[in-house]
């Protein structure tokens, strides 16, 4: 029998989500799945994620999900997630560290700062920060 997104015609998944959580390790990629669910929900039509974290977020689990110009920031806070999108420009900062186990972001744009950090897979927190560092310095140009 078909799916149904064959039957409709649709994509299962047209934001890419899948392609990024499975760059996870598979604890996090467990840990973020209703976070990555409410993310889903927020993305508009056309959007596909380029990095995807698992993390704490507002001090529950939670996941941040790069799109072409903006990131957008879920947890996974019972019966009302707190979600967050942060447009990327010629003002947006990162700052980073890491210690043997996790990685923590502080990203920034205007007046605006998000802190998520207990992200696990560390070489993706890295890949988030260079590549919205990136986006930012070709805004400013």
Request: charged share 20%; with cysteine; hydrophobic share 50%.
């Amino acid at each position: 029998m078909p799916s149904a997104a064959a039957v409709s015609g649709t994509h299962p998944d047209p934001h890419g989500i899948g392609s990024a959580v499975a760059r996870l390790s598979m604890l996090t990629r467990r840990a973020g799945r209703t976070a990555f669910a409410v993310v889903a929900g927020e993305l508009a039509e056309g959007e596909m994620v380029e990095v995807a974290v698992q993390c704490r977020y507002l001090g529950h689990g939670g996941v941040a999900v790069l799109v072409a110009d903006r990131i957008v920031f879920a947890n996974d806070r019972e019966w009302e997630p707190e979600v967050m999108a942060m447009p990327i420009d010629a003002t947006t900062t990162v700052t980073g560290w890491q210690d043997e186990r996790s990685a923590a972001l502080v990203i920034a744009t205007g007046d605006v700062t998000v802190t998520i950090d207990q992200i696990r897979d560390r070489e993706l927190a890295q890949a988030l920060a260079a590549t919205v560092r990136a986006k930012a310095a070709s805004a400013g140009q």
